[in-house]
T-cell receptor, first 111, second 114 residues
Framework: KNEVEQSPQNLTAQEGEFITINCSYS?????LHWLQQHPGGGIVSLFM???GKKKHGRLIATINIQEKHSSLHITASHPRDSAVYIC?????????????FGKGTKLSVKP | EPEVTQTPSHQVTQMGQEVILRCVPI?????FYWYRQILGQKVEFLVS????????KSEIFDDQFSVERPDGSNFTLKIRSTKLEDSAMYFC????????????FGQGTRLTVV
């Protein structure tokens, strides 16, 4: 079974800083998801990746399949980016939706 | 923008009671999922559902749990006889397809068993 590790667990940044959150996993996957969990608890899907890089606004997600590693970058961070960022993977050969989640990275962006 | 809707947002129930958590997935989505997150812990997969049957379920999804799509719009999770350890945030999600499609999550239902 896949093990998903995220780092750092907690991250405090000043507004405007470039932020990187890392995710590593232990066995081959078919897809990796980055999710954002708001302070109220709701979850929003940010990206789904199986290779390469995706960009949406100030968010960039990359994945290196050989190294079993993904990063989520936030450029020009803003206090509204404060949330928990969760990495989740679908095991290769596993079914859609059977995600294995990391513990999350709690990001706090100070004005 | 279409969204997954869950009701209620918070439910308090007595231990041993049955609860039904309700979800309205996005209308053209075909795959439905339930996850749970015990306070302070990771999100965990419970079950996936397609074509009116369970596709896959986790070890957590024992005989106390059931899912149903009673009509064309709702997707429900029933816990037959709640235990204290069922207290958690329950998330419903849906996706359009099976491979390489994004899952959309609801806002969650916080279940408190007392």
């Amino acid at each position: 079974k896949n093990e998903v590790e995220q780092s750092p667990q907690n991250l405090t940044a000043q507004e405007g800083e470039f932020i990187t959150i890392n995710c590593s996993y232990s066995v081959g996957i078919s897809a990796l998801h980055w999710l954002q969990q708001h302070p109220g608890g709701g979850i929003v899907s940010l990206f789904m990746l199986s290779s390469g890089k995706k960009k949406h606004g100030r968010l960039i997600a990359t994945i290196n399949i050989q190294e079993k590693h993904s990063s989520l970058h936030i450029t020009a961070s803003h206090p509204r980016d404060s949330a928990v960022y969760i990495c989740a993977v679908e095991d290769y050969g596993g079914s859609q939706g059977n995600l294995i989640f990391g513990k999350g990275t709690k990001l706090s962006v100070k004005p | 923008e279409p969204e997954v809707t869950q009701t209620p947002s918070h439910q308090v129930t007595q231990m041993g009671q049955e609860v039904i958590l309700r979800c309205v997935p996005i209308s053209n989505h075909l795959y439905f999922y339930w996850y749970r997150q015990i306070l302070g812990q990771k999100v965990e997969f419970l079950v996936s559902f397609y074509n009116n049957e369970i596709s896959e379920k986790s070890e957590i999804f024992d005989d106390q749990f059931s899912v149903e799509r009673p009509d064309g719009s709702n997707f429900t999770l029933k816990i037959r006889s709640t235990k204290l350890e069922d207290s958690a945030m329950y998330f419903c999600a849906s996706s359009e397809g099976f491979f390489d499609t994004e899952a959309f999550f609801g806002q969650g239902t916080r279940l408190t068993v007392v």
